[in-house]
């Protein structure tokens, strides 16, 4: 599994190093890739190649589509470290952005991985049919804003030292995490016409997204700063409001595990294809960092 990983982080790493090789050179192109690059396990990636391969795509396009998912994920993580949010000084392992350049800097970076994702996906070299690429366009854009990975951060911090019941607690972890996991699953079905799966993988992606939320929270709960490459113990005293929080922790894995068959059950109609699929869903769960 850790191989497939490697394989799949260098590949994007080098598209990404190229792509921003070709960019015009502004003094915004060093935050940019210092928040980007190297570092990020790229689980969100993986998932793209996982479903790619049960719809047999080239692997070419997905790695494209993964590198503008990659660009999100980067930019959400500069903003969520800002002081004006979960104000944190460590972020895979070395300073955040904000830390290592300055406030302005950080948030001027973010705007622009976010935009840049948005040129990678409206590229003429990603050979995608204009349709196709508008629709990929139009999700990942749904997915970012307030319907989506911003709504659901307003909701964590207002959330914040409140007891909030399961219902609000999964509609924000949808949005802020599920999201983009669920973007993940539905640009391979957009990519290959396969449409009538769509709301099959929309409920995986989100689930997946709730599960891999769960994980990083049992991670600030149980796992050490030096293993995790940030601040861990963090949720508690902030008075985040998690699962763990409302229902405790081991009822939080029992609802984990639950999570996990319902998407394995969900994969079924994939037979064999899905075989990668599951292996990631469980380093999803098992993971440690
Ligand atoms: C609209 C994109 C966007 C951002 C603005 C700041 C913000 C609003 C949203 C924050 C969203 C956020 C940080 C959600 C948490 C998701 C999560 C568990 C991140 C950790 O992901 P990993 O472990 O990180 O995959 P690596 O470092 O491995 O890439």
């Known amino acids: 599994m850790q191989k497939k990983i490697n394989n799949i982080v260098h590949k994007i790493n080098t598209y990404l190093y190229r792509y921003f090789f070709k960019q015009k050179k502004t003094e915004l192109i060093k935050p940019m890739l210092y928040g980007l690059l190297p ?54 392992g070395k300073l955040t952005t ?14 622009s991985l976010l935009t840049i994702a948005f040129q990678i996906l409206s590229e003429k070299r990603l050979n995608l049919s204009d349709q196709k ?16 990975i911003a709504g659901g951060q307003f909701l964590d911090l207002s959330y914040e030292k409140i007891k909030k019941n399961k219902k609000q ?5 949808i949005k802020k995490t599920g999201k983009l996991f669920s973007f993940c699953c539905l640009a391979p079905v ?10 099959r993988l929309m409920k995986i ?14 991670i600030d709960l149980r796992g050490k700063t030096s293993k995790a490459g940030k601040k861990t113990k963090k949720d508690l005293k902030m008075g985040k409001a998690t699962l763990i929080s409302l229902l405790g922790t081991d009822n939080t894995i029992k609802y984990a ?29 098992e993971r440690t960092k």
């Open 169 to 173: 607690i999964l509609d924000m972890q």
């Open 190 to 199: 957009i990519m290959s016409g396969q449409t009538k799966y769509f709301n």
């Open 257 to 285: 595990e639950n999570l996990k068959l319902k998407i394995f059950k969900n994969l079924r109609i994939f037979g064999n294809r899905s075989r990668d699929f599951k292996e990631t869903v469980n380093y999803i769960l």
């Open 205 to 218: 992606g989100n689930e997946i997204g709730l599960l891999f939320q769960i994980s990083d929270d049992l």
């Open 133 to 148: 690429k508008i629709k990929l366009i139009n999700l990942l854009a749904e997915s970012s804003g307030h319907a989506g």
């Open 98 to 111: 904000h830390k290592k350049f300055s406030e302005s800097t950080a948030i001027l970076a973010g705007n």
């Open 39 to 92: 570092g990020g396990k790229k689980v969100r990636s993986k998932i793209l190649f996982d479903v790619g391969s049960i719809f047999n795509l080239d692997k070419k396009k997905i790695i494209q589509v993964a590198a503008a998912v990659e660009c999100i994920h980067a930019y959400s993580l500069i903003h969520d470290d800002l002081p004006c949010m979960d104000n944190d000084n460590l972020r895979r």
